[in-house]
């Protein structure tokens, strides 16, 4: 009998990680109050410890470029779509006559 896998919020996995990091309680004790495995927490406490950086990097993180190379997409493919509108506004002017 397989047990479903739970899913846990970010918020969730946050505050497990800071209470581990503060270090007021063992990762046992805070295993057991918040139903979770022990090396989960350590888990999240080191994605916390790896990634505390990014929150100081001012526009230089690594979702960044992904993100920048997304809006660039989006925004040629809005220019392409105004272009056709023109080009069909000026036809349709046209055959309409004055």
Partial sequence: MSRERRKH?????AKVALEATK???TVAELAARFEVHPNQIQTWKKALADGAAAIFDHGNGT???KESKNNDA???RL???IGQ???ERDF???RSGP
């Fill in 9 to 13: 919020s970010p918020a969730l996995k």
């Fill in 23 to 25: 270090g007021e309680q």
């Fill in 63 to 65: 979702n960044k470029g």
């Fill in 74 to 76: 989006l925004v040629a």
């Fill in 79 to 81: 220019y392409q779509q």
């Fill in 85 to 87: 509108l023109k080009v």
């Fill in 92 to 94: 349709l002017e046209e």
